[in-house]
Every structure is written in C-alpha cells, then in structure tokens.
C-alpha cells in the first residue's frame, strides 16, 4: 500500500512560483508512473501532469506547458511539481497519485491524499 502526502501550496501572486511536493510511504513508489492533478471549485478533478517510473517520460496539459515541470526522486520517493508563471486560473487543489499510464489523461488509481491548495491572486 502506497501512502501519499502533498505539500508546498500556498498563496502566490500572478507571475509567481510555487514547487509542490508528493512524499510516498511504503512499497514500490520507483516501481510506478506518477501523475499530478488539480480539481477547481466546481469543476471535475483534472489531469496536469505525469511522469514514468524512472523520469524518462513527462506529459503535461496544454495549459500548464512550458510553465510546469515535473520530476521524481525514487531515492527519497518523492514527486515534485514546479510551477512557474502561474495564473488565477490554475488556483486549485493539486493532488499526486500513481498511474496506471503516463499518456493523457493519466489513469490515476488508488487513493486520493488530502491534496495542497495553491491560490493565484491576480
């Protein structure tokens, strides 16, 4: 059983930079893709991002390329979210997860941590 904790949200001004954080307890973290994905109020749960087991693969949305990067660290079993140029539209509550695939939209399984909230002022 793979736990997930996310963290490193916060409030951030249009423009600014947060990186967030997925630490994961247990088995086989390095053994599996791992996705990002945010769910606004009132709106499904969506994909943002993913990444193969071992980096060598990224995806990412339309509306956070060429200003999010993903990355892992299987050492530490943690996943990263670096967000840079943020916009108030990517105010959200973000969540990690494993994958089952890397392609969109991720096929995220397991269950859900209590997600980082990241808030975009404009």
């Known amino acids: 059983q793979v736990q997930l904790v996310e963290s490193g949200g916060g409030l951030v001004q249009a423009g600014g930079s947060l990186r967030l954080s997925c630490a994961a307890s247990?088995?086989?973290?390095?053994?599996?893709?791992m996705g990002w994905f945010r769910q606004a109020p009132g709106k499904e749960r969506e994909f943002v991002a993913t990444?193969?087991?071992?980096?060598?693969?990224?995806y990412y949305a339309d509306s956070v390329k060429g200003r999010f990067t993903i990355s892992r660290d299987n050492a530490k079993n943690t996943m990263y979210l670096q967000m840079n140029s943020l916009k108030p539209e990517d105010t959200a509550v973000y969540y990690c997860?494993?994958?089952?695939?890397?392609?969109?939209?991720?096929?995220?399984?397991?269950?859900w941590g209590q997600g980082t909230q990241v808030t975009v002022s404009s």
């Open positions: 990444i193969s087991w071992n980096g060598a693969i990224t």
């Open positions: 997860n494993r994958v089952r695939i890397t392609t969109p939209p991720g096929s995220a399984f397991g269950s």
């Open positions: 247990g088995r086989l973290f390095s053994g599996y893709g």
